[in-house]
């Protein structure tokens, strides 16, 4: 136990919990397969206006349901977009936009 020390009285303190993470080991796979199938088929056309920045990268593939339209032919693809794309928008629902595009430029690196 922790403690802390006041006006030399020593009171125990309370750790804060962790946070439990954003998404999923089952939905980071998903996440990441998403945007980089997104982004082979983007990023030709991306890559010069992203000037190397992931973070830029990433949001490109994000950005206006491409993970849904973009991620890749076949039902297949088209699924695991559009499960990327709602677990986007429930993130969104909970965390600022600028902390899910952090999370997921850390997840998955393409430029």
Same mark, same amino acid.
């Given at each position: 136990m922790r403690t802390k020390i006041q006006r030399g009285i020593i009171t125990?303190?309370?750790r804060k919990a962790k946070a439990p993470p954003m998404f999923t080991l089952d939905e980071q796979t998903t996440l990441a397969q998403?945007?980089?199938s997104t982004w082979q088929r983007i990023g030709a056309d991306a890559e010069q !206006?992203?000037?190397g920045d992931n973070m830029c990268a990433v949001e490109v593939c994000i950005d206006a349901d491409r993970l849904t339209l973009d991620c890749g032919y !076949?039902?297949?693809a088209s699924l695991t977009g559009q499960m990327a794309?709602?677990?986007i928008k429930q993130?969104?629902?909970v965390h600022?936009?600028?902390k899910v595009l952090k999370v997921l430029s850390n997840l998955v690196s393409l430029v």
């Open positions: 125990p303190t309370k998403a945007i980089q !206006g992203c000037d !076949g039902r297949s794309d709602d677990l993130a969104l629902k600022s936009y600028d």
